[in-house]
């Protein structure tokens, strides 16, 4: 049981990292921290299209990061509220840390091939 | 660049994958010598690993501090507790922030993956309080807009 529970935390963090991946999903986000929005008012402040914007509504809204409800022919967006718990926080700094440093660890591996293969 | 895979294992844990292309040898001794942590065991762009204390032998020290050249920083203190040449390496460590977290129990393995080395490394999942504490100390400095955004978030959150 404990097993099942970590895997689907697991997947649903994995959801969510992706979520967060993106520049405009991430600013989409930040709007919606100071209130509820339509489609059309997120959109506005960006560059793309209506489709694109709603696209990345769907991925933010599958990740569990925002709730949708239904008024009239509008689906105003806003952030569920339990959506970014501290051990997401934490993870999220873990990985942008542990990413960073196998970067250049990565890096500092190839140097050492180089100079093993020189002669 | 090869992924990271990062999973909680249960409550408690955390367990991250990473493939390195070189063999077990060189992945293991970029994790035990001081002149090669420096260069690597950095975090966020911008900070620096002033002191690197790590004796390389079962029963040694571990003493990593980190500045961000700002003024910020914090330290960590560790033990080895047991080493297998160039596969496996079990530790403590702790960080110092400044009052110590509880003990994370790491065990970190290579294992030969083509010509190149799959690692894995188990640690301790931080408890709710020593995560607070992490998250709100120097770490997150340097970090991307994405996460001062995600602090943000969480400040709205429980605003509501």
């Known amino acids: 049981m404990r097993y099942v529970m970590s895997v689907q935390l697991a997947q649903s963090l994995d959801r969510t990292f992706t979520a967060l991946a993106d520049p405009t999903r991430r600013r989409i986000l930040a709007r919606l921290a100071s209130g509820e929005a339509t489609v059309n008012e997120l959109a506005e402040p960006f560059a793309i299209s209506q489709p694109a914007i709603s696209r990345h509504i769907r991925v933010l809204s599958e990740a569990g990061l925002i709730v949708q409800r239904v008024d009239g022919t509008k689906r105003p967006c806003r952030l569920a509220p339990e959506a970014l718990t501290e051990l997401d926080q934490y993870l999220q700094m873990l990985r942008e840390a542990l990413t960073r440093n196998y970067h250049r660890l990565d890096q500092l591996l190839a140097k050492q091939k180089k100079r093993r293969e020189s002669p | ?160």
């Open chain 2, 1 to 160: 660049m090869s992924k990271l895979a990062l999973t909680t294992e249960g409550e408690t844990h955390v367990v991250v994958k990473r493939r390195f292309e070189a063999p077990p040898e060189a992945v293991y001794r970029a994790h035990l010598d001081p002149k090669l942590l420096r260069q690597w065991c950095l975090g966020p762009e911008g900070w620096t690993m002033p002191v690197c204390i790590n004796e390389g032998k079962a029963g040694g020290k571990i003493r990593y501090e980190w500045a961000n050249g700002k003024g910020g920083g914090f330290f960590l203190t560790g033990e080895i507790l047991e080493l297998e040449p160039p596969h496996r390496i079990v530790h403590v460590e702790r960080m110092h922030l400044p009052d110590p977290t509880p003990d994370n129990h790491v065990v970190t393995t290579f294992v030969a993956d083509g010509t190149g080395t799959l690692m894995t490394m188990r640690m301790s999942l931080p408890d709710a309080a020593t995560r607070k504490a992490m998250l709100s100390t120097g770490m997150e400095h340097g970090m991307e807009a994405s996460y001062a955004r995600l602090e943000r978030l969480s400040g709205w959150k429980t605003a509501s």
